[in-house]
T-cell receptor, first 110, second 113 residues
Framework: GESVGLHLPTLSVQEGDNSIINCAYSNSASDYFIWYKQESGKGPQFIIDIRSNMDKRQGQRVTVLLNKTVKHLSLQIAATQPGDSAVYFCAVFNDYKLSFGAGTTVTVRA | NAGVTQTPKFQVLKTGQSMTLQCAQDMNHNSMYWYRQDPGMGLRLIYYSASEGTTDKGEVPNGYNVSRLNKREFSLRLESAAPSQTSVYFC????????????FGEGSRLTVL
C-alpha cells in the first residue's frame, strides 16, 4: 500500500512569513496528490490538488510543488495569517482511495 | 446546504456495547467514506461506498460494518465495541469515486471504556 510521511510534525511561523510544509510518498506510480487543512474540532478541508503531469500548481496564497524524482510534495503558504493555524495533511489518491500522512501542526506567532 | 452531517458528535460506550454512527450528505454526491483519526496517525479509511448499492473495505475494516442506506446516507456500525475503537470518526463524501476532493463532516468522538 501507499506510505505517506511528513518531514516535521510541527511548524511555528511568524505572522506574515511564508510557510513550507513537506511530505514524502512511497509509491512511484502515484499520480494524484492533495493537501487538506484541519482546524481544531473540525473535519479536514480540501485546499489544493496536483496531478503527476504537473510540477507546480498555485491557488489563493498557496502553492503545491511536486518532485516525482524524489517522491516529494510540498505546500507553500504565502504571508501566513493567524487563520492558517491548523493541522495540514498531504494525501495520495490511488485505487479510488486516499492515503493520508500523519499531519503537520502549523502555529502562527503574532 | 448543510454538507455532511454526522450524529452523534460524542458517545461513550462500554466494551461489548453496539452502536451506529449516522452520516448524511445533501450534495447529491455518489461516493461516501468513513475514516477514523487517531493521534499521530492521520486518517485511516475504514469503509467506502463508491456509489449507492456498493460498499468496500478500506485499510482498517475489522470490527465495523457499514450500510449505504440510499444515496444520501451511509452508516457505520460497531457490533461489539472495544477500547481500541476509541477514536474520532469522520464521514466524507465526494461527487465521484475518482476524485481526491472529499467533503468531511465535523466528526464523532467515540470513547470505549
Amino acid at each position: 500500500g501507499e506510505s505517506v510521511g511528513l518531514h516535521l510534525p510541527t511548524l511555528s511561523v511568524q505572522e506574515g512569513d511564508n510557510s513550507i510544509i513537506n511530505c514524502a510518498y512511497s509509491n512511484s506510480a502515484s499520480d494524484y496528490f492533495i493537501w487538506y487543512k484541519q482546524e481544531s474540532g473540525k473535519g479536514p478541508q480540501f485546499i489544493i490538488d496536483i496531478r503527476s503531469n504537473m510540477d507546480k500548481r498555485q491557488g489563493q496564497r498557496v502553492t503545491v510543488l511536486l518532485n516525482k524524482t524524489v517522491k516529494h510534495l510540498s505546500l507553500q503558504i504565502a504571508a501566513t495569517q493567524p487563520g492558517d493555524s491548523a493541522v495540514y495533511f498531504c494525501a495520495v489518491f490511488n485505487d479510488y482511495k486516499l492515503s493520508f500522512g500523519a499531519g503537520t501542526t502549523v502555529t502562527v506567532r503574532a | 446546504n448543510a454538507g455532511v452531517t454526522q450524529t452523534p458528535k460524542f458517545q461513550v460506550l462500554k466494551t461489548g456495547q453496539s452502536m451506529t454512527l449516522q452520516c448524511a450528505q445533501d450534495m447529491n454526491h455518489n461516493s461516501m467514506y468513513w475514516y477514523r483519526q487517531d493521534p499521530g496517525m492521520g486518517l485511516r479509511l475504514i469503509y467506502y461506498s463508491a456509489s449507492e448499492g456498493t460498499t468496500d473495505k478500506g485499510e482498517v475494516p475489522n470490527g465495523y460494518n457499514v450500510s449505504r442506506l440510499n444515496k444520501r446516507e451511509f452508516s457505520l456500525r460497531l457490533e461489539s465495541a472495544a477500547p481500541s475503537q476509541t477514536s474520532v470518526y469522520f464521514c466524507a463524501s465526494s461527487a465521484q469515486e475518482n476524485t481526491g476532493e472529499l467533503f468531511f463532516g465535523e466528526g464523532s468522538r467515540l470513547t470505549v471504556l
